[in-house]
């Protein structure tokens, strides 16, 4: 919970520096965030050895790897306005999943094969919520361009084009390693129906092929602007319902575990 408490701190300390621009600002104190959040996580998430993901810390988790990879690549590529966004969401799920009332479910997950299925879908899903909030970014620049106005500084991004290459390049990534997690999926996982995993089985292999479709699209016929948006939108709202819709409903509600 300490940990968790001041991560929340440095993380508004690095989404204030992003909203400002001040990068050295920035690295430093989402440096310090993120390394303070994969502590409190491995508090919640390892026991004894064993790898236990609830809801709450799938949630912190995916928002923790989306705020990493934010940090490794912004020196790159146009992401740095997504921190003002992505930190604080970062900081708050952190300090939900280490309440110590906080509703703990899941199942344990023993065994490298299933914890790398699950590694890749978590670094899967981080990708896509960082190209979900670029999409967003680029909605609200694009409308900015058409209209004149500026909500929250939107002049000072890069060029819709450098925008759009970013948002593709981050979705090619996530859609590779979505792959890798269905793959994995495959080979490890002895019985959907047992294991209660077909209804997050179907949406991800839908998710992935809405997410194939717009990149072919892109490639092909060279889908942007509104449409993209909209493809993007779509695969994401399906993903996070495979990931965390179908989660809530078998542990939450019915009070059972992914096995």
């Known amino acids: 919970m300490i940990f968790a408490g001041l991560c929340v701190v440095a993380y508004g300390v690095a989404a204030f520096a992003a909203h400002r621009a001040r990068r050295a600002l920035l690295f430093g104190a989402g440096s310090a965030a993120v390394l303070l959040h994969a502590v409190a996580l491995l508090g919640d998430v390892f026991h004894d050895g064993v790898l236990h993901i609830g809801l ?29 966004i992505t930190f604080p969401l970062s900081g708050a799920m952190a300090i939900i999943a280490a ?14 094969p299933l914890q790398l299925h699950v590694g ?11 190209a979900a909030l670029q999409s967003i970014l680029l909605a609200f620049q694009s409308r900015y361009l058409h209209s004149g106005a500026d909500p929250g500084g939107l ?30 999926g495959i080979l490890f996982v002895d019985d959907l129906l047992a294991q209660h995993l077909v209804h997050k089985t179907v949406l991800s292999v839908v998710s992935w092929a809405v997410f194939l479709m717009l990149l072919w699209g892109h490639w092909r016929y060279g ?34 575990h992914w096995g």
């Open 120 to 130: 890749l879908s978590v670094f899967a899903a981080g990708l896509f919520t960082l």
């Open 223 to 256: 889908w942007r602007g509104r449409t993209a948006l909209r493809w993007t939108w779509t695969g994401y709202a399906v993903l996070l319902t495979a990931y965390f819709g179908s989660k809530f409903v078998l542990e939450a509600l019915l009070g059972q």
């Open 155 to 184: 002049r000072n991004l890069p060029p819709l084009q450098s925008m759009e290459s970013a948002l593709f390049g981050a979705l090619w990534l996530a859609w590779g390693m979505l792959s890798a997690s269905l793959l994995t």
């Open 99 to 112: 309440w110590p009332t906080a509703t703990r479910t899941g199942a344990s997950v023993e065994g490298w």
């Open 56 to 84: 709450l810390e799938a949630v912190s988790l995916v928002l923790w790897q989306a705020s990493l990879l934010l940090l490794l690549s912004w020196r790159f590529m146009p992401v740095v306005l997504l921190a003002t």
